[in-house]
Every structure is written in structure tokens, then in C-alpha cells.
């Protein structure tokens, strides 16, 4: 008679203790879904406020976009990384100010419209112009960096390599600063009970933003609080032929038995 035992349950997997570059790290990126979910949810509340209050706007926005592959691929990239469930897991995060969603997005337009902007045609065209009109703003913003590093360093190194009586000076001159900045500051500022309220640039015109609504929508109001929010900074760099659509002439009509 032959007996079969069973094989033993499985034990608790090996953990080892997460280090210390672990939990930095961890925390880290903890951080930034946390950023990544108040934009989202930022821009999407924008843009329930949109359909609210000028639902022709939004409807034309929407039939605009829709047909392009940034759309098409950013629903898939929404669906695939499955941000609703980070969107509307917990409760709702703050609302992101619009001006720092606008400069995180600054830099990112600059590249897209410097890469896609049209240059004059020319007879003898250079080896690799497109490729330099191309990498021309993040040339100009390395040269820029480096040129206020470079000035940087000069400054620290004269004030490392001067006299210890300069050293005193300029520390003492550096303190009577800080403490004049400071005096201003305490009488000009105003009490906390009177400080000037929010001029309401976060917020629509109508009040206060609506929460988000989840699934069908969802991705359609971030795209909508996108273009509404991002829209000055696009338009910037709209090409020069761009023309505003104008309304369609009025029929002028002649009263036969007028005189």
C-alpha cells in the first residue's frame, strides 16, 4: 500500500527589513502620486465645472479632440494604468492651484512647440537645421543655467578667497539686511484676520468647483479641465495663421413697399 502525504503550506514569503534608501525612496514616489492624483482630480472637477456651466463649449471641445491619437492613446494609457481607481479611491485630495498645474506644463509645451514649429524654406538647407531649430530652446536653456552656475561659483569663490575683515563686513551687512526685511515685514504685513481673500483664479466663475464624477466621464471632464486650465499657455504658441472664426454675415432684407 503506497501512502502520498501532502506537501507542507506554503510559509510567509521572506521579507528582509527595508533600508533606509528604501523608505526615501518609497516615500518618494508616495509623493508623487499623490501630486500626480490632486492634478487629476484637479483638472477633472475643472472640467464638471465646464460641462455645468457652458455645456456648448465643452460638447465642441470634446467633438474637436476626439479623432486625434493624443486622445485615443491617452485613454488607453488612462484605462491601462487605472487612474480612476487612484482618482476616486479615498477621499478627494485638495484642489491643486491652476498656476502650479500651468508650470509644470510650461516647459513641456515649449519643447512640443519648438519641435513642431514650421521654419522659413530655404533654397541651400543645412545639414541638421531642423535638428538644431529643434533643440534650440533647451540649448539656449543649458547656456543660460551653466552662464548663472558659472556666475554663481565666481561669487562664492571671490567671497571664499577674500579678506576675513570683507568676510565680516559682508555678514554684518547681510544681517542689518535681514532684520530691516524683516522689521518691514512685520508692520506691512496684515493680521491673519484681515489678510485679503483668494481672488478666485483656482475656482470658476460660478463658485466653488463641483466634485468629480466617476466612470463614463471621468476621463472626458480631465481632458476638458486640461484645455480650460493649460488653454492660455497653448494658445501662446498657436501658429501666426490661426484665425478666430467669425459669425456668419446677416442677410440684409429690402421692404418692397418701403422707400
Not at 500500500?1 to 523608505?23: Q, R
Not at 486625434?68 to 481607481?85: A, C, N, R, V
Not at 481673500?197 to 470658476?204: I, V
Request: charged share 20%; with cysteine.
Amino acid at each position: 500500500m503506497t501512502t502520498t502525504t501532502s506537501p507542507p503550506p506554503p510559509g510567509p514569503a521572506a521579507t528582509g527589513a527595508l533600508t533606509t534608501t528604501d523608505h526615501r525612496a518609497l516615500a518618494f514616489l508616495d509623493r508623487v502620486n499623490t501630486c500626480l492624483r490632486e492634478c487629476l482630480c484637479t483638472l477633472a472637477r475643472h472640467g464638471v465645472a465646464l460641462r455645468r456651466d457652458d455645456g456648448e463649449r465643452a460638447r465642441l471641445l470634446l467633438d474637436t479632440v476626439r479623432p486625434w491619437p493624443f486622445y485615443k492613446g491617452g485613454q488607453f494609457l488612462f484605462d491601462l494604468m487605472e487612474w480612476e481607481d487612484l482618482m476616486v479611491d479615498g477621499d478627494p485630495p485638495p484642489l491643486m492651484p491652476a498656476e502650479r498645474i500651468v508650470a509644470a506644463f510650461t516647459l513641456p509645451v515649449q519643447w512640443i512647440a519648438a519641435a513642431t514649429a514650421e521654419t522659413p524654406a530655404a533654397a541651400n538647407l543645412i545639414p541638421g537645421q531642423r535638428t538644431a531649430a529643434a533643440l534650440d530652446f533647451p540649448l539656449r536653456l543649458l547656456a543660460t543655467t551653466a552662464r548663472t552656475a558659472f556666475l554663481g561659483a565666481a561669487q562664492d569663490l571671490t567671497h571664499l578667497l577674500g579678506s576675513p575683515a570683507d568676510k565680516a563686513a559682508g555678514q554684518d551687512s547681510a544681517q542689518t539686511t535681514d532684520q530691516a526685511t524683516d522689521q518691514d515685514a512685520t508692520h506691512d504685513d496684515p493680521e491673519p484676520d484681515t489678510l485679503p481673500e483668494s481672488d478666485g483664479q483656482d475656482t470658476p466663475a460660478g463658485g466653488e468647483l463641483p466634485p468629480l464624477e466617476g466612470g463614463f466621464y471621468l476621463y472626458e471632464d480631465i481632458v476638458l479641465g486640461a484645455l480650460d486650465v493649460l488653454g492660455p499657455v497653448l494658445a501662446d504658441h498657436a501658429p501666426t495663421d490661426t484665425t478666430t472664426p467669425s459669425a456668419p454675415p446677416t442677410e440684409t432684407v429690402t421692404d418692397p413697399d418701403g422707400p
